[in-house]
T-cell receptor, first 112, second 114 residues
Framework: QQQVKQSPQSLIVQKGGISIINCAYE??????FPWYQQFPGKGPALLIA?????SEKKEGRFTISFNKSAKQFSLHIMDSQPGDSATYFC???????????FGKGTSLLVTP | NAGVTQTPKFQVLKTGQSMTLQCAQD?????MYWYRQDPGMGLRLIYY???????DKGEVPNGYNVSRLNKREFSLRLESAAPSQTSVYFC?????????????FGPGTRLTVL
């Protein structure tokens, strides 16, 4: 069964707007939550990651918000740019676990 | 450094044919993974190798076998391909199981089974 649920499936945002993608998980043993970015024809690449000991992590225009009690985390892309158009995957794992559990992905289109 | 490399980039098979997907990494990573990506399904783990000499099943192992040839190389074999195995296959590597390390992905192999 899908251990990480991601929404929305697709998202269209105007240039300069805020893109928000949400994920939820059930397994309370998860303690590592990365976001991957994938461009067409390429493999996924790590964008930003968070551990549950903090509620927010920011790197440039990208921010992860984490709500441990709700078992939810989200990616915010500020000042979205056409170059951000890609598929975004959230994931979760145990820090010492063996593999990432991925959400189904969100296709983001940023219009000029 | 080339990172994670995969061959071939594209492959078309007929049902029942066999083939091996190759993966190599030059980052001296201990752990390696094979995922498949299908539309609307995200990435699902097929097999992984925690370290040289070990392999374990992931979420969707049926119809596949793997070999960790050495620390650098991890191959995925389809013994008798089926149309349900049409997918994009990604290999990934990671420094090790412990800690919170990034998984690095290869560029993928797009496989079509007719």
């Amino acid at each position: 069964q899908q251990q990480v649920k991601q929404s929305p499936q697709s998202l269209i945002v105007q240039k300069g707007g805020i893109s928000i993608i949400n994920c939820a998980y059930e397994n309370t043993a998860f303690d590592y939550f990365p976001w991957y970015q994938q461009f067409p024809g390429k493999g996924p690449a790590l964008l930003i990651a968070i551990r549950p000991d903090v509620s927010e992590k920011k790197e440039g225009r990208f921010t992860i918000s984490f709500n441990k009690s709700a078992k939810q985390f989200s990616l915010h892309i500020m000042d979205s740019q056409p170059g951000d158009s890609a598929t975004y995957f959230c994931a979760a794992s145990k820090g010492s676990g063996y593999a990432l559990n991925f959400g189904k992905g969100t296709s983001l289109l940023v219009t000029p | 450094n080339a990172g994670v490399t995969q061959t071939p980039k594209f492959q078309v098979l007929k049902t029942g044919q066999s083939m091996t997907l190759q993966c190599a990494q030059d980052m001296n990573h201990n752990s390696m993974y094979w995922y498949r990506q299908d539309p609307g399904m995200g990435l699902r783990l097929i097999y992984y190798s925690a370290s040289e000499g070990t392999t374990d099943k992931g979420e969707v192992p049926n119809g596949y076998n793997v070999s960790r040839l050495n620390k650098r190389e991890f191959s995925l074999r389809l013994e008798s391909a089926a149309p349900s195995q049409t997918s994009v296959y990604f290999c990934a590597s990671r420094p090790g199981l412990a800690g919170y390390n990034e998984q690095f992905f290869g560029p993928g192999t797009r496989l079509t089974v007719l």
